[in-house]
DNA sequence: CCGATAGCTGTAAACGTTTCCGGGAGTCTG
DNA sequence: CAGACTCCCGGAAACGTTTACAGCTATCGG
């Protein structure tokens, strides 16, 4: 009786075949009963006996090189560091989890050539899908983008034209409700301490801050305006550089991670906030109410927008020839202590009294 | 001519097959030029024409089905929003990166169900290896960890007799660091905040606790012990529940969100750290450093855990019969103002002036 | 008691790729 | 000019699974 294949393939772990020569049974057979498919009593039970006895575990690949479906979503950023994306992520993946699939994450590092390569070979029917959220685009990223062989959502600003399903906020406008707001409490020599401009996001904020200071009618200082990366210690260098240069009543930051950077550079410096600097990052993280005093922060709906995000995404695998869409969730601002309108004066640095903090009002 | 397959499959997307039609050959030249091994020039051409004109990209799945490997790995952790496992996962991506291939990232938020899942769908050849750091552990569990198809390394304590790769540290020891640096700045009513008992790490910094303190000869006060998650939250009012119940002068806590939380607490309760209470965290994540005063905090070696963990994953992806390994990561302790020897008396909470945060002092 | 039907089974095709192998054409060497 | 060698090509098998299809047996209803 010649065999048609090997029953234990070289690396010696068992297939379906390998079960169903044990179970002196067709593959078919075999498969139906792993699947819970028919199969009469008896073929169950040597089938069943037979799995167990050579410990079989199913190809994953090759199941889905049938199926063609993987159950399988990813979420690319660019800093799984940044808290922000952690909201993000913790909404995807909500959703996505109950659609039956389970998340994955990609950190890339903001390096493009990582994030095009992670497209090309994932979005090669690794996942069922994808959600990315870009913080530089280049034309080559685009095109990837757009005839990925699964469904992609972008997460954030993209060219106008971009045929790809994309969720974004207006963080000009967010820009503007922070700065909007010191101007209200009486500040006038307002920094900002922004994060790469040749990025979109840095792009963004840096003509939202110009904007909304031309829109005061304030004069801009470049003294006041302060480039690094989209973390910490970039933040913290940032400011510093800023400090030694000029003297500020008043600081946005890019992000949440920025601002406490700054808040270090600013305490360090002897500087007291919010009573000599006032400063107010964005992204409106935990992060911001873990910190002493409590940064005020504005909001981008990173959650909610995630939320979206995977909603698109799933609709789009269900039915792919949808065409693309544009989703917008608006900014907000939260006032907490590191901007407080009145200082609680005379106890040093403690915690605000006010504890429950004082929560999203937009302006 | 009878052509033996649909040229375009039903979903539209081009083949290899599509391609060698077009160019006129057949699909084992195909492959081989988009390949880039062998070829005539003019074949070469042709192909490379089809190619791009049908918009041709390659199944990866298809792929991976003949080549028996993907080039991904996996990561699953608890909670991707603690710092801790943010440092890990850099340490591994930068290893796995040099080998070519790209990290994908779970976080299994704590649900075993999950994670077991998690392990029985990519492990099964999806990834080609998989890094796991475990909270909970059964038995079901480790025996999906141990049958995986995949190479599979465990971050943390684990049963010694498992027969799986592990990197740990040892974090009873961790714990002692912490408190001996306590009773030796002479505070006596030491207080923890535990994160689950049921847990692997919250038992073994339980265990750890109560020896550390056996071991100076202090009596155990159960009102100075108190349990939650190991969140910012939870670490909060787990500390607010103890101090509204006891009086401590120190508090030891299960990691650096929670010594946040405990943070907030303290000073929300009118306690001056550390003048007051002393408090030391444990992981000295960034976050340590972040906040004011900076944290004291036992390092368990995370990043270090990670890069040994994905160097014994990819030698092991390299030669599956290796034996099961283990390797011990020791803790150390790093001391900052939150639990200064001698509290820098007047000026108020700003930042400590020694800032080139005092580092990792091994005691 | 016979035909329809239901349930089970095995063969084979399919998913999309890589690769082994044999054959043919061309080039080089002696 | 014959033989060896190189290079390129196409057919076909292989990776491990699911599933359409057809054939078989046993049961049921009339």
Chains 1, 2 share one sequence.
């Not at 801050?209 to 940032?238: K, S, T, W």
């Not at 400011?239 to 601002?259: G, M, Q, S, W």
């Not at 544009?326 to 006032?335: C, F, K, M, N």
């Amino acid at each position: 009786m010649g065999r048609k294949r090997l029953q234990e393939p070289v690396d010696g772990r068992p297939t379906v075949h390998t079960v169903a020569a044990r179970a002196g049974v067709s593959i078919a057979s075999a498969s139906r009963v792993l699947n819970g498919i028919g199969g009469s009593p008896e073929t169950i039970r040597k089938v069943r006996a037979a799995a167990a006895e050579v410990g079989y575990v199913p190809n994953a690949i090759a199941r889905s090189l049938q199926s063609q479906r993987t159950g399988l979503v990813a979420l690319a950023v660019e800093d799984i560091g940044n808290p922000v994306y952690v909201e993000m992520m913790r909404a995807i993946e909500a959703v996505v989890a109950s659609s039956g699939r389970q998340l994955l994450v990609h950190a890339t590092g903001g390096r493009i050539d990582n994030e095009t390569a992670l497209l090309r070979r994932l979005a090669n029917r690794y996942v069922d899908g994808m959600i990315v959220s870009p913080i530089r685009v280049t034309d080559d990223h685009l095109t990837a983008l757009v005839d990925s062989p699964v469904p992609v959502v972008v997460v954030g600003q993209l060219g106008a034209d971009a045929a790809v399903d994309n969720v974004r906020t207006d963080s000009r406008h967010g820009v503007a409700l922070a700065v909007d707001h010191l101007v209200g409490t009486g500040r006038r020599r307002i920094g900002f301490v922004n994060g790469p401009l040749d990025t979109v996001p840095g792009a963004a904020r840096d003509a939202g801050f110009r904007a909304a200071l031309l829109q005061h009618g304030i004069p801009l200082d470049e003294d006041l305006i302060e480039v690094g990366d989209f973390q910490y210690a970039a933040g913290r260098a940032a400011t510093e550089r800023l400090l030694a240069r000029t003297d500020p009543d008043a600081l946005v930051c890019a992000n949440d991670l920025i601002a406490v950077g700054a808040l270090h550079a600013l305490l360090a410096a002897g500087r007291r906030v919010p009573q000599d600097v006032a400063v107010v990052g964005m992204d409106d993280t935990e992060l911001a109410r873990m910190m002493f005093p409590q940064l005020s922060s504005v909001s981008l709906g990173s959650a909610e927008r995630g939320r979206r995000a995977a909603e698109l995404l799933l609709q789009r695998i269900a039915d792919p020839t949808l065409p693309p869409r544009r989703e917008q969730v608006p900014p907000s601002l939260a006032i907490r202590a590191s901007s407080g309108v009145t200082p609680p004066a005379p106890r040093p640095a403690g915690p605000p009294t006010t504890h429950p903090s004082s929560e999203g009002v937009t302006s």
